[in-house]
């Protein structure tokens, strides 16, 4: 399990070292370094500010009806035929985390099996927050560091071996840490047999479109397991696509079989919510609703979207060359080969602590880089240290 990012920013505030770099946390920087807020996000502020018919009071337990609505249609499609059909309930949400932790207490008071099975690794968040939801959290085969690729097939043998009905943590795309997915004709085999042992799909979106670079290649996963009428749950976040990280803006969507229950979830979900935060805030909703409705700021969200997910696959050539040119031992192919925000290296604790203390560059003490944390300018840097690294250290 990877460490909790948090710590690495504090480690690296602390440091006065002028060459420093943080590539622990999964924030977005410019080539300058500088964190970016989307022109697109300025403009929609801009709006809201200006319109003088705009109040603050609270908003309904679920949050903005209109958001809701246009995340269900982000992620499944806006010609789905579960949200056509009513049978998909949405409820605005404290970002991604906050919709993992709603959806894994209404799993928990409500779902007949509790046991929910997380990838092998994962992000270091999901342990903690399904056990203190009060679900059981086992772990399936996933990576393999041999090929640094997928374990498919103790994947499958693990979900093959899970209880019928157990809860399923899915990545919808971008898998953190590890940056591998499935492929599609993958995640086809997952979903027959997922449908055919009746295990729930739970899917953590964080990242659409910030992996590939468009909204709907990102949902594909998503997309199929929807397709074929069975249930699923989805978290979205709005942090890294839309870089509303600090606004905490997210959603979470239950797809079920039917347009009645999709409306008695509906009423337990704010069961759970009421007493947890009442109702969510309405500054970050109210600026993604704007965008999402509205044709030409839509347009101009995926266009700068497309940028952002190309400048960290410009990095991953950069230091891939990097790496290449200096004759770095090793086959380091998969750091372009891996997809979204975080490449995991291959580089051990030993590693990542030399790194730290003779470069003072920052990372998870699994060896996850944040690829958008890095810049032309900090390659060199990044590379010269890994390169000593796995020179210099056993
Ligand atoms: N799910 C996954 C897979 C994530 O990587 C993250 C964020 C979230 C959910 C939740 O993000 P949100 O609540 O801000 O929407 N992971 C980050 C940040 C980017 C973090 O750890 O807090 C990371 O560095 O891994």
Known sequence: MIAPTVPVTV????DPSPIKLNLGVGAYRTEEGKPLVLNVVRRAEQM???????VKEYLPIIGL???NKLSAKLIFGADSPAIQENRVTTVQCLSGTGSLRVGSEFLARHYHERTIYIPLPTWGNHPKIFSIAGLSVKTYRYYDPASRGLDFRGLLEDLGAAPSGAIVLLHACAHNPTGVDPTLEQWEQIRQLMRSKGLLPFFDSAYQGFASGSLDVDAQAVRIFVADGGECLAAQSYAKNMGLYGERVGALSVVCKTAD???RVESQLKLVIR??????PIHGASIVATILKDRDLYNEWTVELKAMADRIKNMRQ???DALQARGTPGDWSHIIKQIGMF???GLNTEHVAFMTKEYHIYMTSDGRISMAGLSSQTVPHLAGAIHAAVTGVA
Do not use: H, I
Request: proline fraction near 7%; charged fraction near 15%; charge should be neutral.
């Open 11 to 14: 480690a690296y505030n602390k």
């Open 48 to 54: 809201l500010v200006n319109d003088q018919s705009r």
């Open 65 to 67: 009806a209109e958001f």
């Open 261 to 263: 229950v999709a409306s």
């Open 275 to 280: 007493p947890m935060y009442s109702n969510p």
């Open 318 to 320: 950069q230091l891939f």
């Open 343 to 345: 490449t995991f290296t």
